[in-house]
């Protein structure tokens, strides 16, 4: 039978044990598992520890793959922040204050050393790794003793998150980098702030090795595994994997694609292009009403775009994505978009309405986007960029501009969802013209370069 959701809660709250854990030990009993990505490849994901237990023959079908590359580099991450600690310390029944107090003086040492915003550190620390597992050792004989002590209590929350930090730590290695940033939580009592400790994994290739070796086969798919050798090498996949590249079932009369070389979405040029982009969307609102997407980089961006249209063109229907929508509020936003309707959403891209939603036919029939979905240039990126340019030659591509189409193609993907759709897209910005770029596009759009209108 079929075990979903709603019937798995139902049967684990009859029993009064936790839904979570009866679906983890179900996994023994079942023939086809649908999940998330963790329950095979998180570090200590329940589903591998199985397939090892008992020599299973997994046959694993990685939907949307593309993702795997960023949710596995969240995986093998960590951070620990200082806040917790100090409240933790400062209340902490008297046979933890020891390893507690050793910790503290540990990280104020980091604090001291290593004044600023931001420090690259050529390994973990040392002295401050070994108190954390002293603080590790005893808050976990803590809680051993006190099971009905405050169940979820801040105190058990940050000890499993400093035991994730130590078990990535038990990793470390050239896939990842390890730096401090500037912390939250100030010294009781005099000091700097205690820095923030960050493991931040690069390629997650040479952890997900292990995965792969213990499935008897694995089936990646995506309409973006682009280039395939970027995504082989940041997967880690075995030299002896197959690679299939299907054409679409899409023909290019289905989507006018165009290119608005005229236009600048740099962070610069954004204010003085503004005018150029909102008469783009306008114009194309106009020529053909119906539902569109309208795609930025950042919700301060949307915002802009958003007041300006609708000072210039206030008959258009509009409506946004907005920061921290719970799942009514995304619900109500795709909602709009219904057959014969007619507007424009306004969302980010690379959030929740980028990829994974359904609008076929005339539920939408363009969308706009206006940046190269490009990660932001900071202290952390460009380290990845110069740490993949060693590895591989192309630091830039790899850090920035092949996360960033896989995000524009994943978006645009929205307006062609069957071979009956017609619609059209709108690429605002000038880069999107240079070859290099025009070359990670799908094969089958017919790309123009669209004059002003």
């Not at 008992?54 to 969240?74: C, K, P």
């Amino acid at each position: 039978g079929w075990l979903d959701q709603a019937t798995l809660r139902d049967t684990a709250l009859a029993h009064g044990i936790c839904p979570y854990y009866l679906g983890q030990e179900m996994q023994r009993w079942c023939d086809v598992m649908v999940g998330d990505y963790n329950h095979f490849f998180d570090i200590g994901a329940h589903w591998h520890a199985l397939t090892l237990e008992h020599a299973w023959r997994a046959a694993l079908l990685v939907d949307e793959a593309h993702n795997l590359i960023d949710r596995a580099r969240q995986m093998h991450s960590a951070a620990l922040d200082a806040t917790t600690f100090q409240r933790l310390r400062h209340d902490a029944p008297p046979h933890l204050k020891k390893p507690m107090d050793a910790l503290q003086r540990r990280w104020s040492a980091l604090a001291r050393d290593h004044v600023g915003e931001h420090h690259l550190l050529d390994d973990v620390p040392g002295e401050w790794l070994a108190a954390l597992q002293t603080t590790c050792a005893a808050l976990t004989e803590h809680l051993a003793l006190h099971p009905t002590e405050a169940p979820d209590s801040p105190l058990q929350r940050w000890t499993f998150d400093a035991l994730h930090f130590m078990r990535v730590a038990e990793t470390f290695a050239d896939h990842s980098l390890c730096d401090l940033t500037r912390g939250t939580a100030p010294q009781i009592g005099r000091g700097r702030p205690l820095p923030t400790v960050n493991i931040r994994n690069l390629v997650p290739g040479p952890l997900l090795a292990d995965r792969w070796k213990a499935a008897h086969s694995a089936t990646l798919f995506s309409a973006t595994l682009m280039p395939m050798d970027h995504v082989a090498d940041m997967l880690g996949l075995p030299e002896n994997t197959l690679r299939l590249d299907l054409p679409s079932p899409f023909a290019a009369e289905q989507l006018e694609v165009r290119i608005a070389p005229w236009i600048s979405t740099r962070y610069h040029d954004r204010s003085a292009s503004l005018d150029a982009l909102v008469r783009v969307i306008a114009t194309q609102y106009t020529q053909r009403p119906g539902n569109y997407l309208a795609f930025f980089s950042s919700f301060d961006y949307l915002q802009q775009a958003l007041d300006r249209l609708g000072a210039a063109h206030p008959g258009i229907p509009v409506w946004a994505q907005s920061r921290g929508m719970g799942e009514p509020e995304r619900n109500a936003f795709i909602g709009r978009f219904v057959e014969g309707g007619q507007g424009i959403g306004f969302a980010v891209l690379g959030g929740a309405f980028g990829e994974g939603i359904d609008l076929p036919g005339e539920r939408l029939v363009g969308a706009f986007i206006a940046t190269l979905g490009m990660p932001q240039v900071n202290a952390v990126n460009e380290q990845m960029r110069a740490r993949l340019q060693a590895r591989s030659g192309h630091g830039y591509d790899d850090t920035y501009l092949f996360p960033g189409l896989m995000k524009v193609v994943q978006a645009a993907g929205r307006v062609i969802r069957s071979e009956q759709d017609r619609g059209s897209l709108w690429l605002l910005d000038d880069r999107f013209a240079r070859a290099e770029v025009r070359r990670l596009l799908p094969a089958w759009w017919r790309v123009a370069l669209a004059p002003p209108p």
